[in-house]
């Protein structure tokens, strides 16, 4: 039975979400502002976390920032009022698994739930760290290595090139990877896939990645 932590100052929310994820079969604890998230947090006890953005004290892009900075792996999916692109991509770049813009339907937060819990326990029982030639990316670390170099990756970056060596010989569109990296509700007509394939090519080497004209990205095919 997975456990998941419920951080919402509207109490009208919290209830509704509450009531919902128990009658779902899901353990629940609700907070109402980001310290008590983070004390709750450090207890590592918890399989998802549904993160309101508009926290008293600490808001919610900073508790992110620093259960993630721990090295936390847990799906945390965002809820918030708010709908720019700046907030919706300042979330995901912070670590968010998802995004959920209120007002939502409970029927497509339990789906998205499922999905996370989902890639996380497929995680949990894969290989730590995926291969494909002189490239080797370590999921604990949350660093890919290039002919023995290690560098660094932002949590979008990563997630991108995750993607890409769970799926070497696969073309993957520009939706696909929407859907997997962003999140289900992202704008389709953003260029913002092309702008992170363009980050990932700078560090790991461009020749890497292929374009394939009108379909998508592949990862090159090992030396």
Do not use: C
């Not at 980001?34 to 008293?56: E, I, K, N």
């Amino acid at each position: 039975m997975s456990s998941i932590l419920v951080v919402e100052d509207e109490s009208r929310i919290s209830t509704f979400v509450e009531k919902g994820l128990t009658a779902a079969g899901y353990v629940t604890t609700v907070v109402t502002d980001g310290q008590s998230a983070l004390d709750y947090l450090a207890t590592g006890s918890f399989d998802l976390v549904l993160l309101d953005v508009g926290l008293p004290g600490v808001d919610g892009f900073e508790v992110l920032r620093r259960f993630r900075a721990g090295g936390a792996t847990t799906p945390v999916i965002m809820l918030t009022a708010r709908t720019s692109v700046d907030d919706t991509v300042t979330g995901l770049d912070g670590g968010a698994s998802d995004y959920l813009p209120k007002p939502f339907k409970f029927d497509e937060l339990l789906a998205r739930i499922r999905v996370r819990l989902r890639e996380a326990d497929q995680q949990g029982t894969a290989d730590t760290v995926l291969r494909h030639g002189d490239l080797a990316l370590d999921l604990r670390a949350r660093r890919i290595t290039v002919e023995g170099t290690a560098l660094d990756l932002s949590a979008r970056e990563f997630a991108l090139a995750e993607q890409f060596l769970r799926h070497p010989d696969q073309v993957l569109s520009r939706e696909q990877l929407l859907s997997r990296v962003w999140g289900f509700d992202f704008d389709p007509g953003s260029n913002v896939v092309d702008v992170y394939v363009r980050y990932l090519r700078a560090k790991i080497g461009a020749h890497r990645i292929e374009t394939v004209r009108g379909m998508g990205y592949r990862l090159a095919s090992a030396p």
